[in-house]
Structures are given as C-alpha cells and as structure tokens.
C-alpha cells in the first residue's frame, strides 16, 4: 500500500530535549515536505527537498532542521524545541515533474512542547 | 507569490442538499488548484485538482470543483452531501517549484 508513515504519531516533551520525528514514503517520490498546522493559519511548509541530499527552507524554518541521505526518508530535528513549536506536523511527497502530481501526507504527528 | 483565500470558516448543510465550499486564488500564471481533505486525526486527502482544460473538474467521492478564471474561484461542490462528508476541507494553490500554498481551511458540518 502505497503511504507516508510517520511517528511518532503524539509527543509531550520539555523545552530544549532534542526530537525527531520520523517520515518514510514507499513511493519513490523525489519530493518531500514538511508543514505545520495551527488553527486559524492553515497549513505552513517548513522544509522540503526534492531530492536526495537537495533541501531548501519553506515558510516558516526557524527552530528546524531536516536531512535527505535517502529518498525514502525525510526527518524532522527540532533540537531546542520550544513551545511556540507545539502544533500538528504533516509530512508529504509527490513525484516530480510537468503531471502536478497530488502530494500524499502522512497522518500527522502531534507535537506538545512544554 | 500563490495564495488562495478560504473566506468561511465553518458551513453548514443538511443532508442531500447541494453543498459548496469557496475559494478563491491569486497567482501570476497558470493557476494549479488543488482540494483536499482532512478528517479527524488523518493527513490530508487528495480530493481534485485543476491544470488546464475543462472548467469542472470531477474528484473523489462524488465532489467537483468549478474553474472561474474571471471571478478568479475554484469552489469545491457536491449535489448531495453526506454526515459522513462532515470534515475539515482545504483549497491549495501549487506554488513555483512543488510547494503548496494552503488556505486556512474550512469546516463542513453535514447534519442529519
């Protein structure tokens, strides 16, 4: 089955404590992003990369990191969080090229910094 | 840069009446528009999309979306609506490399 998997789905943790969250995609994709969403600001993109070893800064990438070393993987480090980076965080991938290919996210995973 | 506007947080709709969800966009361009969905404790869900071609454009579980190039909307529709179409509904704009520019959302209240 086709999917964006990503854990952990929930995470209460403390200000500073490192944490990755984990995103996998069994697709092939070239291209993968992360965004964040908070109420009332709908959905914010982080990072992305579209490629192995390519990624380039969204939106809002403050307080945020991720690496590519391989085309499944895409994580997220946050590795002072704090708690203005409590929110719900998707991660998502497409295929390149000229088709606009329909991004495909991941359940979510619930962030609480306290 | 893209943007879409969703200007109703919330609509509501009795069920088996007709249902629509606005957005409206701004780009420079060709427009690519996009419509998701998102229930509770889920990622999002692709729904349609818009390219180029014909203005109504057919999706997933029975919605549609019509391109206006002139009143510069892309609303999502359904002639029907289900309880079970009750979720959180997202217009997206694709920016100019792959990112996706997202409205603020707007929830769709289906009552029996």
């Known amino acids: 089955e086709a999917q964006v998997t990503q854990n952990p789905r929930y995470l209460i943790t403390v200000t500073g404590k490192k944490l990755t969250v984990t995103c996998s995609q069994n697709m092939n994709h070239e291209y993968m992003s992360w965004y964040r969403q908070d109420p009332g600001l709908g959905l914010r993109q982080i990072y992305y990369s579209m490629n192995v070893e390519v990624t380039d800064k969204g939106d809002v990438p403050e307080g945020y990191k991720v690496s590519r070393k391989e085309k499944r993987n895409f994580p997220l480090i946050l590795e002072s969080p704090s708690p203005n980076q409590t929110s719900l965080y998707f991660c998502?991938?497409?295929?390149?090229?000229?088709?606009?290919?329909?991004?495909?996210f991941g359940d979510g995973t619930r962030l609480s910094i306290l | 840069a893209q943007s879409v506007a969703q200007p109703e947080d919330q609509v509501n709709v009795a069920e088996g009446n007709p249902l629509t969800v606005k957005c409206t966009y701004s780009v420079s361009g060709n427009p690519y528009l996009f419509w998701y969905v998102q229930y509770p404790n889920r990622g999002l869900q692709f729904l349609l999309k818009y390219i180029t071609g014909d203005n109504l454009v057919k999706g997933s579980y029975g919605f549609e979306a019509e391109f206006n190039k002139s009143q510069t909307s892309f609303h999502l529709k359904k002639p029907s609506a289900l309880v079970s179409d009750s979720a959180l509904y997202f217009c997206?704009?694709?920016?100019?490399?792959?990112?996706?520019?997202f409205g603020k959302g707007t929830s769709l209240l289906v009552t029996p």
């Open positions: 998502a991938s497409s295929r390149r090229g000229v088709d606009n290919q329909p991004q495909h």
């Open positions: 997206a704009v694709r920016d100019m490399g792959y990112a996706l520019n």
